[in-house]
Structure formats: C-alpha cells, structure tokens
C-alpha cells in the first residue's frame, strides 16, 4: 500500500485566535507613560535665621485663581515666560559672571548662582497651567546650560547626560560626571516654591 | 470535445488569507512587548498635561504613585471635585503618609532614599489639593517627586 499523507491540520480557526489574544491584551494593558518633570521638596525644618537675598536676585513668578500670570509684577503669556526668565538669570550684573550673555543690567540679578526664581500659585490655580510654567522654567535652566555645554565641550547638555545614563557609551564616565556637575553649578537650578 | 472546455463561473476566486494569523500574531506580540498590566484600576479621570522638558522616571519598583482628579463616570457619587487615588481606592489627603510608610516598609532599607514619588494629576484638578499632597509628602520626608506628564508641547494645548 502506499504511503498516505497525513492529512493537512484545518488553520482556518488560527487567525480568531490570535484575535481573541489580541483583544485580551489590549484590553488588559495600557501603554505606560513613566516620564515627567523631577522635582525636590524642600525638607521641613525650623531655621529661625532668615537668609537675606537682595529683591533684584528674585523673580517672582506668580499664577492666580484664572490661571493668569504675573511676572515681576507684570502680566505675562506663558509663551514668553522662558525668554525672561533666562534674560533674568543669564544677566551677570555684578560682572562675576564670565560667560553670562545678558545685559549686565545693575537692576537685575547678579550671577547665575545668586539668582533665584521663586514660584507661587493659589489653590485654585489649574495644575495644566502649573505644569506649563514649571515646564517653562525648567526649558529656561536647560537652554542656558545647554548654551554652555556647547561652548565648552561641543554637546548639548541633555547629550552629555543621555550619553553619562547610556551604558554602551564608551567615553570616560568619571570625567562626563565632572562636566556634567561643573555646568550645574554654573547654572543652577535655584527654584523655589511659596507655600 | 468538451474536454478542454474551461469551467466558467462568475464566481470571484476567494482570498487567501493563509497570512492573516501572521498579521494578527505580528500585532499581538506588539501590544504585548509595548504594553504593561494595569495596576490599579482607576476610579478617576486621569488625562495627564503636556511637558516638554521631561526627564525618564529611573527605577521602575522604587516608584509610588499618588492619582489625583475629578471621580469619573462610574463614581459621580463621590462628588465632582478632584479626589485622591492611592492603590485602588479613594483616599484623603491624611491617609497619604500611612500609605507612603506601607511602600517604604514593602523595599528594602538600602532602596528606601531612592523611592520617588510619582503624582499622576489630572490636568483640570486645582493646585490646593497638590500643594495638600506636597505638603504631607513633606511631613513624612518624601521629598523626590516627578510630575508625571505626556510628552507634547505646552503651549497651544492650553
């Protein structure tokens, strides 16, 4: 006799499972975002001394309950809060501040280092428009820092770091770290919340 | 004769669709391999505001996350301003340290400096309850804290 195939496997149904998968899974997952703006709180301790800071070291910004905002006691558009705020901080009115571009207003703040942005908001303020300003700010601090990384090393800040978090890079860590920390204390990120 | 006539029908041949389960296979280890398990399941609104400055949250365990915003449509019983959500429940603002105290205690005591605080907020909810929420974060000395928001531009979406 002989021999006979064996008869072919029906796969018609195959395609209603991989279906059935399929909508379980979405169904059952969402797409994670786990990115956002990292912030530190200021620890609660009693100091009694108060710190002097002169008011031209000091931007306010302000947000009221209509989401309306005031800088330096001035209505502002969000849009052009990153502008003045790195006006504000790339100043250099001392002088002291070699690789400042600002005006070297006299009015204005000092140096990088002393300049302090100061945030307040009411509680009826809309978190979408906090997280907007938060953001700008944030946008502020990153363009002068990468401004700066690019004068003295060729690469942007947000490279530098990327490539200091990439395990694959095959530079010298040790010596990112140290770059990386140098432009932070060239500008840093001095920004401060009024409860 | 009418051995070589050809069978005429008006039928249209049927599409193979021999490769629809590859297809279908493709798309499923797709949603498999970009997607994770829902966690909670939430009981709020939860449509996150736009930043453009983010940063990756870096430890996916060392990560409590505090849900906030105006109970959806399942739970308008609850009222319609903004609530806190911690695991799968309503909370108030005082239950916040017990439950950051029940994190801290599930990690080991090397990790417990490293655990950030992830506030998932709705964007309509209002300032008042977040300040609340940093406040007692603060209490209870969980000072890192990562506002959780979708990638997009800012402005223009307000």
Same mark, same amino acid.
């Given at each position: 006799m002989a021999k006979r195939a064996a008869p072919e496997v029906n796969a018609g149904s195959m395609a209603d499972i991989a279906f059935l998968l399929l909508i379980f899974f979405l169904v059952t997952t969402t797409i994670e975002t786990d990115s956002g703006i990292n912030r530190k709180l200021p620890p609660i301790e009693e100091s009694e001394e108060d710190v002097v800071i002169k008011k031209k070291n000091i931007f306010t910004v302000m947000l009221n309950g209509n989401d309306q905002l005031m800088v330096e006691d001035e209505l502002m558009e969000i849009g052009d809060l990153r502008k003045a705020a790195i006006e504000f901080l790339d100043n250099?009115?001392?002088? =002291?501040?070699?690789y400042c571009k600002g005006k070297?207003?006299?009015? =204005? =703040?000092?140096?990088p280092d002393k300049a302090i942005i100061s945030l307040k908001n009411e509680r009826e303020t809309t978190y979408k428009i906090y997280i907007a300003v938060q953001n700008e700010l944030v946008a502020a601090y990153n363009e002068l820092r990468d401004r700066r990384a690019q004068e003295q090393f060729g690469l942007s800040f947000a490279e530098m770091e990327a490539n200091y978090e990439d395990?694959?890079?095959?530079?010298n860590k040790e010596k990112l770290k140290a770059r990386i920390d140098q432009i932070k204390i060239d500008y840093p990120q001095k920004l401060s919340e009024v409860q | 004769m009418s051995k070589f006539k050809k069978k005429k029908s008006g039928d249209l041949p049927a599409v193979n669709t021999a490769s629809l389960p590859d297809i279908v296979f493709m798309l499923l280890f797709f949603f498999m391999v970009a997607t994770t398990m829902r966690e909670t399941t939430l009981k709020i609104e939860n449509n996150l505001p736009f930043a453009d400055q983010v940063e990756k949250l870096d430890k996916k365990g060392l990560v409590m996350y505090i849900y906030a915003g105006k109970p959806s449509a399942n739970y308008t019983k609850f009222g319609t301003e903004a609530r806190i959500q911690l695991n799968d429940d309503f909370a108030s603002v005082n239950d916040i340290a017990a439950f950051i105290a029940a994190e801290r205690a599930d990690k080991r005591e090397e990790l417990i400096p490293f655990l950030t605080t992830a506030l998932k907020v709705?964007?309509?909810?209002?300032?008042g309850l977040i300040g609340d929420i940093k406040q007692e974060l603060r209490k209870v000395n969980a000072l890192k804290i990562n506002y959780t928001t979708k990638k997009g531009t800012v402005l223009g979406r307000n």
């Open positions: 250099g009115g001392d002088k =002291s501040c070699d070297k207003d006299e009015a =204005s =703040s000092d140096n395990v694959n890079w095959p530079g | 709705d964007s309509d909810a209002n300032m």
